[in-house]
C-alpha cells in the first residue's frame, strides 16, 4: 500500500516513492517537538450539534510562500472531553477535533501540525520550495463549514509528506502517522456496513488504519533510540505507554512488557497512567495463558 495515495491531486506524484523511515540511524536534525491534543467523535442519535459550532476561522500567513489565509480550529472552550482510547486516542463529544490539528498552506501545500506550522527553519523552508510548493497543485474545493474525515486525512498525507520533505525528526513522522491511524479509526467508527460494497470500502480504511498504526509503532521506536525526551510534547513515560499499547495490539507481548515495566518503574508516570499500565499487563498475561 502506498501510503500518501491520495496526494496525486495535489500534483505530488512523487510522493509514491517517498521512504518515511529511513534505515539507517542518521541522527536527525533540527527541528520543534510536538505536543498533541486530539480527539474523536462519538456520533449520538439526537439534536447533534453541526460539528461547525465547535470550530472557528483563524488567519495565518504561510512561513514558506509569504501568502494569508485562513485555516479551521477548534473553540478549545466549547468541546467535551470523553475517556479517551486505551491507547491515548483522544476522544470528545461531538467532534473528532483530531481532524483540526493540522495547517496547510492552500497555495504553496506546506503543510504541519498547528503547533509546529511556524516553527521551520530557513533550511527547510528551501526543501519544502523545492519539492513541495514547486508541484504543488492547488486543489479547488468548495469551502466546507468542517473537515470532512476525507479532507483531514489528506491534510496529515500532506503534513507527513512535508515532515519527511523538511528532513524532520522520526518522533514528528511517527506522531503524525499515530494521529492518522487514530483519525481513520474516527472514520472507521462513523463507516456504515449495510451493503457488501460499503463493507469493502470499510475494510480498506481499516487496513489504512493498520498500516499507520505499524509506521507509528516502527517509527517511535526509531524515535526513542536516536531522540530526547519530551518527544512531541510527551514524557519518555508515555510514549513507552504508548509504545506498550501498540505492541499488544501487534501482538509483540515481550516488547509491550518491557514498555509496560518502564511505566510501572517510572517516577514521573502518573497513578492513573500506572492503573492503565496494569491493567494492560494483565491482559498481557491473559493472551499468554491462552
Ligand atoms: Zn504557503
Known amino acids: 500500500m502506498n501510503i500518501f495515495s ?60 509569504d501568502q494569508v489565509f485562513k485555516t479551521k480550529v477548534v473553540k478549545n472552550g466549547r468541546v467535551k472531553r470523553l475517556e479517551p482510547d486505551r491507547d491515548l486516542r483522544p476522544r470528545f463529544q461531538y467532534i473528532d477535533t483530531l481532524k483540526y490539528d493540522i495547517t496547510s498552506c492552500p497555495f504553496c501545500g506546506y503543510t504541519a501540525m498547528n503547533r509546529y506550522f511556524d516553527m521551520i527553519s530557513s533550511g527547510q523552508i528551501k526543501l519544502i520550495r523545492e519539492q513541495i510548493a514547486s508541484q504543488f497543485q492547488p486543489k479547488s474545493q468548495s469551502e466546507e463549514e468542517s473537515y470532512s474525515y476525507d479532507t483531514a486525512v489528506d491534510r496529515y498525507k500532506l503534513s507527513l509528506l512535508n515532515t519527511v520533505v523538511k528532513r524532520g525528526r522520526d518522533s514528528e513522522k511517527a506522531f503524525t502517522c499515530l ?33 499507520f498504526y505499524q509506521q507509528a509503532f516502527e517509527g517511535f521506536q526509531k524515535a526513542i533510540a536516536g531522540e530526547m525526551f519530551p518527544m512531541c510534547g510527551m514524557e519518555q513515560c508515555t510514549v513507552d505507554y504508548l509504545l506498550a499499547c501498540m505492541a499488544f ?18 517516577v514521573s508516570a502518573s497513578r492513573r497512567m500506572k492503573d492503565m499500565a496494569l491493567e494492560l499487563k494483565d491482559d498481557i498475561i491473559a493472551e499468554l495463558r491462552k
Request: proline share 3%; with cysteine; glycine share 2%.
Open 249 to 266: 495490539h501487534f501482538k509483540k507481548y515481550e516488547i509491550a512488557s518491557k514498555f509496560l515495566q518502564s511505566v510501572l518503574t517510572s
Open 179 to 211: 494521529k492518522l491511524s487514530w483519525l481513520l479509526r474516527g472514520k472507521v467508527e462513523t463507516m456504515s456496513e449495510s451493503t457488501a460494497e460499503e463493507k469493502q470500502v470499510k475494510q480498506v480504511c481499516e487496513q489504512e488504519q493498520e498500516e
Open 6 to 65: 491520495g496526494l496525486e491531486k495535489f500534483g505530488l506524484k512523487s510522493a509514491e516513492s517517498v521512504q518515511l523511515f529511513e534505515d539507517n540511524k542518521k541522527s536527525n536534525q533540527q527541528h520543534a517537538h510536538q505536543q498533541d491534543d486530539n480527539q474523536q467523535t462519538k456520533p449520538a442519535e439526537q439534536e447533534i450539534p453541526p460539528e461547525k459550532d465547535f470550530i472557528l476561522e483563524k488567519t495565518v500567513r504561510c512561513k514558506v510562500c
